[in-house]
């Protein structure tokens, strides 16, 4: 069975300092993975995905995450994050089936930017 | 762009009543998908939905759940008895033919009182 965790369950971080949002799988089977953002009171909104090919995936709003096989990992990153970027991040993994497969999350992490 | 969209917004019902929720999925998708979150907890899969069938569910998913695609725009989560563990946020997605990106509607929040 496939399983996520992230370890930090809140991180806060200066305006414009650079983020890393950490996330690990576990599955026996090949995986995709995805990051998903929650802003308040809202849905979840894709930031990025990894299904094969290059390890570096670039997202939305600036976020990138890099697919580490090794070492099951999917850490999401950001240079310089904004105001705007507060919000809790999920990590989701799947294990394919021809695009009707269940995504397994993580318990997120609550990104607090501080001005 | 599309959306999923999802009503009410908010439902409040008493234990043992029966609740329905609404979706409307993308227009061109063809996979379904129920998820819940209860409160300060991880998204959890309930169930995916295609071609008028369920494909997969979990163990939440007991005899006291059901999913219906009554037409063709409507995707509908129905619980027969509410139990006040099944206060959560719902959120309806879906994702069509060849794609991995679920598209999630803004969740219905369900407090059974």
């Known amino acids: 069975a496939q399983s996520v965790t992230q370890l930090d369950s809140q991180v806060p971080v200066f305006e414009e300092a650079p983020v890393e949002l950490r996330c690990n799988y576990s599955?026996?089977?090949?995986?995709?993975l995805f990051w998903y953002v929650q802003y308040p009171n809202q849905g979840l909104q894709l930031l990025l995905k990894?299904?094969?090919?290059?390890?570096l995936v670039k997202g939305i709003n600036g976020f990138e995450a890099e697919f580490n096989k090794s070492q099951t990992s999917f850490h999401l990153r950001k240079p310089s994050v904004h105001i705007s970027d507060t919000a809790e991040y999920f990590c989701?993994?799947?294990?394919?089936?021809?695009?009707?497969?269940?995504?397994?999350f993580g318990t997120g992490t609550r990104l607090t930017i501080i001005p | 762009e599309p959306e999923v969209t999802q009503t009410p917004s908010h439902q409040v019902t008493q234990m043992g009543q029966e609740v329905i929720l609404r979706c409307v999925p993308i227009?061109?998708?063809?996979?379904f998908y129920w998820y819940r979150q209860i409160l300060g907890q991880k998204v959890e899969f309930l169930v995916s939905?295609?071609?008028?069938?369920?494909?997969?569910k979990s163990e939440i998913f007991d005899d006291q759940f059901s999913v219906e695609r009554p037409d063709g725009s409507n995707f509908t989560l129905k619980i027969r008895s509410t139990k006040l563990e099944d206060s959560a946020m719902y959120f309806c997605?879906?994702?069509?033919?060849?794609?991995?990106?679920?598209?999630f509607g803004p969740g219905t929040r369900l407090t059974v009182t």
């Open positions: 227009s061109n998708h063809l996979y």
């Open positions: 939905f295609y071609n008028n069938e369920i494909s997969e």
């Open positions: 599955s026996s089977v090949s995986v995709y």
């Open positions: 997605a879906s994702n069509h033919r060849g794609s991995y990106e679920q598209y």
């Open positions: 990894y299904l094969s090919g290059s390890t």
């Open positions: 989701a993994v799947s294990e394919g089936g021809f695009g009707n497969e269940k995504l397994t």
